[in-house]
């Protein structure tokens, strides 16, 4: 579970850089950005056999309480999911 913590911090930092430093043509293409990164939280903390699910919680918690580009359409991509 300690694995899972420490993966979900560090991806969750490195992909708040990656969303906030990348500069995409559309605006569409955030929210689907940030799923990926998502997608490869998972990937590689299950590959090495830590919870994939604690990290993706975590990073999720670290980027969600940050400052975003795109910060609107991002959230608005993500709740058309859970509703």
Do not use: C, H, R
Request: charged share 5%.
């Amino acid at each position: 579970m300690i694995v899972g913590l420490i993966m979900g911090l560090v991806i969750g930092k490195l992909a708040l850089k990656a969303i906030n430093g990348i500069n995409l043509e559309s605006s569409g293409l955030y929210p689907v950005f940030a799923v990926s990164l998502a997608l490869l939280t998972y990937s590689v903390t299950a590959l090495i056999g830590a919870s994939g699910f604690l990290a993706v919680y975590v990073a999720a918690m670290l980027i969600g309480n940050s400052e975003l580009t795109y910060q609107s359409s991002i959230f608005k991509f993500n709740e058309g999911f859970a509703g």
